[in-house]
């Protein structure tokens, strides 16, 4: 037998809010909300198996709940919480129950800009197409076997929550297994995280270099030899940012692409210093 009790939907106990709480277990059927209510709060729940495809939600939280094999294919979040501390009143932070979405399907999916993931963590996660954009409030997310598809931007992932919280009871995201392989990746950060461990793009463009810093040295001669000095300036300051993060975050190793010599460099000069920040020194990437 389930653990979960009957699933329901209640009001909130404060009248002004119009969204509805979900608690207990759902199985196997659309999810439906009352006409004229398009937010909902998840509240130590269990989902299998729901429909929640091509759904406008204004509000969408979750708090300790479990989302397995959902289908979340063009759904559309105006605000969105994955894995928030509590439902309502003061946070006393010595609890932080994590959410899970495990063999969930997020196609096309309208992510709301600047999500709060909270402590969340999906495995077998398909991420295709979804509007993955301008995410940083990633900090507490575990993503263990995921696929992206499509484009990412703006998002950073990280393998050492920045807050190490006595709510959080870890000290390192689990984040590994993930399929890069056919994402277009766009100003995404991976922080604290093992790139060896996933798998990172097979297009043309990317290649995981060790030794950053070591080799943003060696090139820099070759910009000082361009006759623009606005060129110059740009590369300075992109491949700089670059080695620092490296340096920082992993290791001093990252996952480079020609847009990372400097978005406002001409395309040839880009391609001209990707070329030479590889040829440096030893290339860690496969193949």
Known sequence: ???????????????????RIARG???????????????????????????????????FSVHATEFVGCDFSGTAFEQL???????????DRTDWPQSVFRDCVFRRTRFATR??????????CIFDGARLRDQTSTFSAEFVDCVFLGRVQNVNFWG?????LTAL?????????NDFT?????????????LHAQHLPG??????????SERVKAVLPLVQRWPDPQHQKAAHFSLEFLADMAREHNDDQALVSPSDMGRKLPPPLREELFDAVRRTTSDTAPG
């Open 25 to 59: 277990e759902l199985r196997d059927q659309r999810f439906e909300l009352p006409d004229g209510v398009s937010g909902v709060t998840f509240d130590r729940a269990r989902l299998v198996s729901v429909d929640f495809s091509d759904m406008r939600f204004t509000d």
């Open 1 to 19: 037998m389930s653990a979960f009790e009957q699933f329901s939907l209640q009001t909130s106990p404060e009248e002004w809010r119009p969204e």
């Open 115 to 124: 999500t709060f993931f909270g402590n969340v963590r999906f495995e077998r």
């Open 203 to 212: 297009l043309p463009g990317y290649a995981l270099l060790d030794q950053i």
């Open 81 to 91: 919480s994955m894995g928030s501390t509590c439902v309502r009143g003061p946070w």
């Open 182 to 194: 056919s994402a277009e990746l766009d100003y995404v950060a991976f922080k604290h995280i093992d």
């Open 160 to 164: 050492r929550p920045t807050d190490h």
């Open 169 to 177: 009871d870890r000290d390192r995201n689990d984040f590994t297994g």
